[in-house]
């Protein structure tokens, strides 16, 4: 642990002063205090991330691509789409597609910008809610990343398409990528960030994206994510509802090595809604961790969360969600569902829902299964004709495609359920 603090440290003092450097310094002080969460760290003691940093991860490079280099990543409907792309963590404007409808600067140029006091009142809120080296790390050593700012009423018809390219051909790679949005009041956007990597290499991906939605605005928010065994991710996507506003959130995990995913919806405003949905379909030896907060603070609000799991071979998928209901939160509407079907005998699933209410006058519930295909379905289906590989497909399809009715996004959809049928080999 003292190589790796003093590794960054000696990063940290080679970049430039800026206008956030106290607020990276603030932060490489917690990253010291708080070091790479380990077993004793509750929050963190299914995902043994500590032992990822025992090798020399490459910080802060970047190699050069063409934009042809990358059509192979794009996503379905980038054509007709706004494009960001990040490689190793540092965001290239030189192969974005941004238009002007939406405005993208670097963190640094928005801080001493008239956007000055967004980013000093929003930027960091998510360390509230994960104090630990992780959320630390990636802070102290912001760089290359950016701040999306959507003008009030704007009405986006073009997805903003974000994608997460790491390099690990020739070393293990860290990549701190760091995004901050403000969609204004009455504004309305569709975002999808898409992982990925080239190389055989250990590849770890320490993202921070915190969104702000202000009143009357809508967000509809996807991430997809589909890498190889060595690829791992932390990645903390950050929701901060400030006025009436409406968020749907949507995570589909498919492969990779550990995969931690903290998504946080904070209402701070009456009368907000926001729906968080998860599909972890997993196989080989890959980790999903799914990490949620939903927490109350303004009454009259409504929220949503359905994730669901389906394991096999020796993969292990885990939801822990967190409701909180504070004192002045009358009149919450909250619920939550976890469901999970394990194929294999050597898979896992472990679920831990929870809620803590402070008020009196709410409505809240939560649940958890797991389970195994229902055999009379199954029976059904081999009754009629249907071979079992074709009938174990049909259910698993089944199971998860009210998840993927709630992507927004015709192309998307489109995509995210043919990759779940090939995965699935169902030929129907």
């Known amino acids: 642990m003292t190589d790796t603090i003093q590794y960054f440290?000696?990063?940290?003092?080679?970049?430039?002063?800026?206008?956030?450097?106290?607020?990276?310094?603030?932060a490489?002080?917690?990253?010291?205090?708080?070091?790479?969460?380990?077993?004793?760290?509750?929050?963190?003691?299914?995902?043994?991330?500590?032992?990822?940093?025992q090798q020399?991860?490459?910080?802060?490079?970047?190699?050069?691509?063409?934009?042809?280099?990358?059509?192979?990543?794009?996503?379905?409907?980038?054509?007709?789409?706004?494009?960001?792309?990040?490689?190793?963590?540092?965001?290239?404007?030189?192969?974005?597609?941004?238009?002007?409808?939406?405005?993208?600067?670097?963190?640094?140029?928005?801080?001493?910008?008239?956007?000055?006091?967004?980013?000093?009142?929003?930027?960091?809120?998510?360390?509230?809610?994960?104090?630990?080296?992780?959320?630390?790390?990636?802070?102290?050593?912001?760089?290359?990343?950016?701040?999306?700012?959507?003008?009030?009423?704007?009405?986006?018809?073009?997805?903003?398409?974000?994608?997460?390219?790491?390099?690990?051909?020739?070393?293990?790679?860290?990549?701190?990528?760091r995004t901050l949005v403000y969609v204004s009041a009455g504004a309305n956007?569709?975002?999808a960030e898409q992982h990925v990597t080239i190389g055989n290499e250990t590849s770890f991906t320490n993202q921070v994206t915190e969104v702000i939605v202000d009143r009357d605005a809508v967000v509809n928010f996807y991430k997809i994510q589909q890498e190889g065994p060595n690829a791992h991710q932390v990645c903390t996507t950050h929701f901060r509802q400030i006025g009436k506003a409406l968020t749907n959130a949507t995570t589909i995990s498919l492969s990779g090595g550990?995969?931690?995913?903290?998504?946080?919806?904070?209402?701070?405003?009456?009368?907000?809604e926001s729906h968080m949905f998860g599909l972890y379909l997993l196989d080989g030896k890959t980790q999903v961790d799914n990490h949620t907060i939903v927490d109350n603070v303004m009454p009259n609000c409504f929220s949503n969360e359905l994730y669901k799991g389906i394991m096999d071979g020796e993969s292990t998928g885990i939801f822990n969600g967190k409701i909180f209901v504070r004192k002045d939160a009358q009149k919450t509407n909250a619920y939550q569902s976890n469901k999970n079907i394990l194929l294999s005998d050597n898979a896992a699933a472990n679920t831990k829902p929870q809620l803590e209410i402070l008020a009196d006058d709410v409505k809240c519930s939560h649940g958890c299964t797991i389970g195994k295909l229902d055999e009379e379905a199954m029976f059904y289906l081999r009754a009629r004709g249907i071979g079992e590989?074709?009938?174990?497909?049909?259910?698993?399809?089944?199971?998860?495609?009210?998840?993927l009715d709630n992507i927004k996004t015709a192309p998307l959809?489109?995509?995210?359920?043919q990759l779940i049928s090939e995965r699935l080999d169902f030929n129907f």
């Open 9 to 26: 440290s000696d990063y940290f003092t080679q970049q430039p002063d800026g206008a956030l450097q106290t607020f990276r310094s603030n």
């Open 28 to 53: 490489l002080e917690n990253f010291k205090q708080y070091g790479i969460p380990g077993n004793k760290h509750e929050e963190w003691k299914y995902t043994r991330i500590n032992t990822l940093f």
């Open 56 to 177: 020399q991860l490459m910080l802060g490079t970047t190699n050069k691509f063409a934009k042809a280099d990358l059509d192979a990543f794009r996503l379905p409907g980038a054509e007709n789409a706004f494009e960001l792309f990040f490689i190793n963590g540092i965001f290239q404007s030189d192969l974005s597609y941004l238009g002007d409808e939406i405005t993208v600067l670097s963190l640094e140029t928005a801080a001493t910008s008239s956007f000055a006091s967004i980013v000093e009142t929003h930027l960091g809120h998510s360390s509230k809610y994960h104090p630990d080296g992780i959320n630390a790390l990636n802070t102290a050593f912001v760089n290359g990343g950016v701040f999306i700012h959507i003008a009030e009423g704007k009405q986006i018809e073009q997805p903003v398409y974000i994608y997460y390219i790491n390099d690990s051909r020739i070393a293990a790679t860290l990549a701190l990528p």
């Open 189 to 191: 956007i569709q975002i």
């Open 258 to 272: 550990l995969v931690r995913n903290n998504l946080n919806m904070v209402m701070e405003a009456e009368y907000g």
């Open 389 to 403: 590989r074709n009938a174990q497909a049909l259910l698993l399809h089944a199971f998860a495609v009210d998840i």
């Open 413 to 417: 959809r489109t995509y995210i359920d």
